[in-house]
């Protein structure tokens, strides 16, 4: 059993970056995506990564940061850089197609970062679904991809709908009526193309919050909701600290009472496909595409998913300043700010940054 | 715009069945399947189901009886009864394929039942997925198809593992932030097969509880919990009769800090692959096959979910007296005990049963 997982995830990255001060949460400055990028290209050369390899992860980094999914950016790659030093991360890795079929394919991620296995793996789902009508591709092997709606989106900008879903380590969700870790906070992302440039893309962790969020509020001096995260007798625990550190978080549903059952189901769901699927140890991930031209005319299934969601943006809200979202939405809202502006990265980001870059002998230049 | 979807969902069947003692809740009678078969076959004939589409609506419908999930087995007939004679529901319904691909092909139900589109959607996607490795399968003009765990089983039982959605009229849950019902209740289901005996069968609804579960509380004298349904103020509602007659249940995550945007986000993903997709008017379907030993040798994805079952089931519980389960394993043991005890019928539905009999003009014999 591989046991570098847990070195790439999101939750061991805010118990290794504490103490930071809460004005490290504080965005410091913003850097232009372009910036960004080539700070992250040069890092990432510097570890022995290809250049093609490198620039496709840097793809999906920056998708990250750029949609405002702080946590799933180049906020990872202190945790990415540790995890190489350790030996816990191949780089370069040996990604290869295991076996392949009409409709179907399974990729080794050779132990490397996932963003390259997980890109190929969507490409390879998109191609086979415009032969066939529908793909499943599964990855085995891998490591933490970044954000799940960064490959489903893949499948949306080739005029597909996608599903991708990836497992994580190392556990921090319990199933209902447990009381230990059994499963990742196990990421699910669909997306569906929209004629009017405002594609659906769902993408949720099946975890009722994330061990970030936990933190974040603590930060803050909040304390969080009593459905996120539950003590050794299951009593609901309202420090995020305290929350995060013991790492049982509740699955979708929060309690048994309001349905806890379905974010468990969901969240093993994730496992089977990511891990029973496709074999391997660790993370894996599991991607589908299906072409909505076998189904509809073209243009019709888009026209259909920008009148829902229409429908659904036009309902009333309870807070009238709180207007009713559709999936992808707030992705899309950040990500024209950031375009324009810039992302704003935070103190804390930063400085992991320059540390990454000086470890890596690179020069820092955000 | 097809205006007969809400004659045969379980929610306007409870409203219908007003009032209903307590006591009808209670079962009366335990019928041997075979009996009760006989008799859901007598009464789907007189309306003019051929043989071939009764023995296989009868097979969907028994099969929830058998699993406990009482909700959407013959408990519906009164419904379709009523939407028959109404117009509102075409016997005998012509389905046809519509389209045909590779790995994928559309359906249209013709205005009927959903049990028989549905299952031959689900054969067809076995099948394909067999030739391709996956295969994806939308049904568009259907109605009701009672429970999606039925379908996904079919895929189980031919070794492959399989996913089904419908979506449901009419509207009864609410987006996150909103205070309109804009969804239904709209199912998902996922299963993967074991080599013992345990498949993993996930079938949930996308709202926290259903419309049917606050009636349930209400009858048995109970409030219902703070997250499953809110007022037009957006505050919970405690009563379920309440609730229920006002249609305003919350997607999975009860609230929005609990995350209820990613029930939400759930809900919209199957109105899109069952509405978007399709096209048609009212109820329609997807589903969506992979064969396992495109990925890894005969048998391994099996052991593989046998062996994750077996970890979930092995962890400390909350409550010892109340261990943790995996999904299916509640309705394998309900299908176990009434296969050999027979299906216990609520006063209610034997005389829901009788009603429909006579008025269909077939004897009653339960």
């Avoid at 309001?258 to 894996?284: R, T």
Wanted: with cysteine.
């Amino acid at each position: 059993m591989r046991t570098s997982g847990p070195l790439w995830t999101g939750s061991l990255v805010l118990e290794r970056i504490l103490p930071v001060n809460v004005l490290g949460r504080w965005p410091a400055r913003c850097v232009s995506p372009q910036r960004l990028r080539r700070q992250v290209l040069a890092i990432l050369a510097s570890w022995g990564m290809t250049e093609d390899a490198a620039s496709i992860t840097a793809d999906h980094l920056l998708y990250a940061d750029l949609c405002g999914i702080d946590s799933h950016g180049v906020g990872m790659l202190l945790h990415y850089h540790r995890a190489f030093r350790e030996g816990a991360l191949t780089i370069p890795a040996e990604v290869r197609v295991v076996s392949e079929g009409p409709g179907s394919a399974l990729l080794d991620g050779g132990g490397g970062l996932g963003h390259v296995p997980a890109d190929r793996a969507m490409r390879l789902a998109i191609g086979k679904a415009r032969e066939t009508g529908a793909a499943a591709v599964a990855v085995r092997n891998s490591g933490h991809f970044g954000a799940a709606g960064s490959y489903v989106g893949m499948a949306t900008e080739a005029g597909l709908l996608g599903l991708a879903t990836t497992n994580t380590l190392p556990p921090a969700v319990i199933p209902t009526f447990g009381v230990e870790p059994m499963l990742g906070t196990n990421a699910f992302a669909f997306a569906a193309p929209s004629a009017a440039g405002a594609d659906f893309v769902l993408d949720m962790a099946t975890s009722t919050a994330s061990l970030g969020k936990s933190w974040n509020r603590w930060r803050a001096g909040r304390s969080i909701p009593p459905g996120w995260a539950i003590d050794s007798r299951g009593k609901p625990i309202r420090n995020g600290r305290v929350a995060a550190s013991q790492r049982r978080l509740t699955p979708l549903g929060s309690s048994p009472e309001n349905a806890s059952h379905k974010g468990y189901g969901l969240a093993a769901m994730v496992e089977i496909l990511c891990s029973a699927l496709p074999g391997g140890h660790g993370v894996g991930h599991f991607f589908f595409a299906v072409d909505p031209t076998r189904f509809r005319d073209e243009g019709d299934v888009e026209s259909a998913v920008d009148a829902l969601g229409a429908r659904l943006r036009a309902t009333p809200p309870i807070d009238p300043g709180r207007p009713v979202l559709v999936a992808g939405d707030p992705e899309r809202e950040a990500r024209e700010r950031r375009l324009e502006s810039g992302i704003p990265l935070s103190r804390s980001v930063i400085e992991d940054m320059r540390t990454v870059a000086r470890g890596s002998g690179v020069p820092f230049d955000l």
